[in-house]
Structure formats: structure tokens, C-alpha cells
């Protein structure tokens, strides 16, 4: 006999099978074992998600799939950075970077790349941080050419973390060399520049420091980075 509505089942009746070979998509949902709740989805041609048995699903991984869950582990982030949570912040920005690498996102693997190590600067670990400095830059340069505004972040970070270390002359160079460049950009491109204002307050203030500046001179930058808009009208 036919069981009631809302009766739990383990298996699957015919009709189900038949409108599960018919779809184009769905959301796949887990736990994990620290019952934290985690939804996905999932698409391709209908007929793409078959029903090998009763109680059997079964699908094939795409790329696209896995560019969707590097993504969510580093949008998760931001969230866990403000919970406190910086230790399974560091496990979701690793575990990002590792799927963005094995599949060829270069770009996500650049962010994750790029915020791992902003993480371990503040965290005072410098020494972790400008490998993955030194990473982000190879990244965004590969995907978006030296001259992009990701490039020169990365290289500030670099150079934070080397001067942290003691290595003031190798921070010194990676910050001329920015310079060097965004004058060149502007030259050769009519005004162009290589970052935005904000971002260029951010290597002024570097620049400062390895110079010892006075606390005049870093008044005068903070002065002019509260005066950036920072979002358009």
C-alpha cells in the first residue's frame, strides 16, 4: 500500500525518477560536520543528473562548478573576518586558492591570493604574507597585464611585508618601481594612470614611511584620503 503524504521515504517512485531525468538544474545541499549548512547548484543539458537506482543520484563535476564553490569560500570570508573566525577564514581562503588553481581560475585564485596575504600581514606575520604578495602579482599580471590597478596593490603588499622584515631596500625598489610605471602610464596614455586615488594615498603613505618621514608629511596624506570620494555620486 501506497504510504501517506509527508511519510519519510529512502527511495525514489517511478514518476520522481522520470521528472528528476527531465531537469536542466538543481540545488544540491550538505552539512558539514560542524552542521554548518552549505547549498549549491548545479546545471547542464536535460538529462544531465541521472537516476541510477531508487536511492541513487549521480552527475558529472563541470568547471563551472567548481569556479561557483571558489567563489562562495572567498565571498564566505569577509563574514568570517567579522564573526572572528580567523581560522576558518584562513582554511576557506586556502581551500579557494587550491580549487582555483587546479581548475585554472586565475583570477579568483589571484583575490583569495592577494587577501590570504593582506590576512597574515595584519595578523603580524609577514613572513607569510610576501610569498603570497609575490603570487598575486605573478597572477594579476598573467591575467590582466602589469599596468592593471590589482598589480600595484599586490606589489604594496609585497613590499609592506618585505619591510616588516627588516628588507627596507627591497620595499624601497618595489615601490620606485610602481611610481616608475604610473608616470610612465601617464605619459604614454594622455593622463592615464595606473591606480586610482585611493590606491595611490595607500604607496604615497608606504613610500613615506620607508623615507622616515615627518609626521607632518603623513598628516597631509591622511588629510587628502579622507578628502577621496571613494564611491561616485
Same mark, same amino acid.
Given at each position: ?33 560542524? *552542521? ?54 584562513? *582554511? ?48 594579476? *599580471? ?51 594612470? *595606473? ?39
Amino acid at each position: 500500500s501506497a504510504k501517506p503524504r509527508g511519510a519519510k521515504r529512502d527511495a525514489l517512485t517511478d514518476d520522481e525518477a522520470q521528472f528528476i531525468a527531465t531537469r536542466d538544474s538543481f540545488y544540491m545541499s550538505t552539512v558539514s560536520e560542524s *552542521v554548518w549548512p552549505y547549498m549549491q547548484h548545479r546545471g547542464g543539458k536535460p538529462g544531465f543528473l541521472h537516476v541510477v537506482n531508487p536511492t541513487t543520484l549521480a552527475f558529472a563535476e563541470s568547471h563551472n562548478d567548481a569556479m561557483l564553490l571558489a567563489g562562495v569560500l572567498q565571498n564566505r570570508g569577509p563574514l568570517y573576518f567579522l564573526l572572528g573566525r580567523i581560522d576558518e577564514l584562513i *582554511v576557506d581562503y586556502r581551500r579557494c586558492i587550491q580549487t582555483a588553481r587546479e581548475f585554472g581560475f586565475a583570477m579568483s585564485e589571484g583575490m583569495a591570493t592577494k587577501d590570504l596575504g593582506e590576512l597574515f600581514f595584519y595578523m603580524g606575520k609577514p613572513e607569510e604574507s610576501e610569498p603570497l604578495a609575490r603570487r598575486a602579482v605573478e597572477l594579476y *599580471v598573467m591575467t590582466l597585464g602589469e599596468t592593471a590597478p590589482r598589480v600595484a596593490y599586490s606589489e604594496i603588499l609585497l613590499a609592506r611585508a618585505r619591510a616588516y622584515q627588516g628588507d627596507v631596500d627591497g620595499a624601497r625598489k618595489v615601490v620606485e618601481s610602481v611610481n616608475v610605471r604610473q608616470e610612465k602610464m601617464k605619459v604614454e596614455s594622455n593622463g592615464t594612470i *595606473v591606480v586610482p586615488p585611493d590606491g595611490q594615498v595607500l604607496i604615497d603613505v608606504v613610500a613615506l614611511w620607508l623615507r622616515g618621514a615627518s609626521d607632518e608629511e603623513f598628516d597631509k596624506a591622511v588629510e587628502y584620503a579622507r578628502s577621496i570620494n571613494l564611491q561616485p555620486p
